[in-house]
């Protein structure tokens, strides 16, 4: 049964920041600072264009069974919102490849978002304050839905119940605009993370925070530590973010999970009884370079590693400065 297990444990990680050539940073050197504040300043950037890579991969029992990529180009631009203690932003998924996808289905889903528009607004301090055209954003999701689902349709070993039930286990990770800001932005969550932290170089930023599981609808907490490592002579520095979910937290919504979407006919105290002998672990981590100059990351570096007994999910997002 261990197969219905690790995409239910799965679904508790997905948690949730100027010219044409590629930046380098050659001849630059280490700097000493005693303390790091990222703060906007953007009025002449103009449209910001950005690479963004993601690739996941599974592995049982360290063997690799599956892999997928997709490279996406990004514009993205930030102007003076109406009031000025706000920035008005677009987010514009200009092009993207999805050369090592070959579910068809799956290759449809990313090709959805081509062309789409991310409208926000972060505050004074560039911290993410509000998607603003979120109900386009779930239409769109709903859209994904109806492809998963009439392909699956296909299955003549899969009952019309059961579909019925995917459907609304699907459709709850849209139906409300904090769902979506948290699950279906993160490629623009990562990158605005770190706006308006101010810090000493010698210490670590911790915070406990909540965020809603996208199927139970329940507040699930997690500890977010901010830790800086290094400057550079082109005022840039490297940090850390690096978020903890407990294990207890991961097994009490995996029980949830099992509760309120396992069939009837599925003996559901066998899968509890499973649960006692798997191991739950989940690491993520999110390297920066980040100019403390303009505020505006260069590049980040996110990994999520969910390991279910021998079986091993990473995503991997990387988002790069042109």
């Not at 101010?198 to 977010?224: I, N």
């Not at 260069?298 to 790069?320: D, F, L, P």
């Amino acid at each position: 049964m261990k197969y219905i297990l690790v995409p239910l444990v799965l679904a508790v990680a997905l948690i949730s920041c100027k010219n044409s050539a590629r930046r380098t940073a050659i001849n630059r050197t280490e700097i000493q600072l005693d303390s790091v504040s990222i703060m906007p300043s953007w009025e002449n950037e103009g449209v910001i264009k950005l690479e963004l890579i993601k690739e996941k991969t599974t592995s049982i029992e360290g063997s690799l069974s599956e892999s997928a990529s997709s490279t996406s180009d990004i514009e993205l631009k930030i102007v003076k919102g109406k009031e000025d203690s706000t920035w008005d932003c677009t987010w514009s998924v200009v092009d993207i490849k999805t050369p090592s996808i070959k579910n068809p289905i799956a290759k449809r889903i990313e090709n959805l978002v081509k062309g789409f528009r991310y409208n926000f607004t972060l505050d004074s301090d560039g911290v993410f304050v509000q998607l603003n055209n979120w109900e386009e954003i779930q239409q769109m999701g709903y859209q994904a839905v109806d492809m998963i689902v009439n392909e699956l349709k296909k299955d003549p070993n899969i009952k019309k119940d059961a579909l019925g039930q995917m459907r609304a286990m699907f459709e709850q990770m849209f139906d409300t605009q904090e769902k979506i800001e948290t699950y279906l932005i993160q490629d623009v969550q990562l990158y605005f993370a770190l706006g308006g932290v101010e810090m000493s170089t010698q210490d670590t930023l911790v915070s406990y925070t909540y965020f809603m599981h996208p199927l139970l609808s329940e507040y699930m907490e997690q500890t977010v530590e901010v830790i800086y490592q290094k400057a550079f002579s082109d005022s840039t520095c490297n940090m850390q973010i690096i978020q903890y979910i407990s294990e207890d937290e991961l097994l009490w919504a995996t029980e949830a999970l099992i509760e309120k979407f396992i069939p009837k006919e599925v003996n559901k105290e066998d899968l509890l009884k499973e649960m006692e002998n798997i191991q739950f672990d989940l690491n993520i981590v999110s390297n920066y370079n980040i100019s403390f100059k303009t505020g505006l990351t260069e590049k980040v570096t996110y990994t999520k590693s969910a390991m279910v007994g021998n079986t091993e999910r990473i995503e991997k997002m990387e988002i790069t400065r042109k």
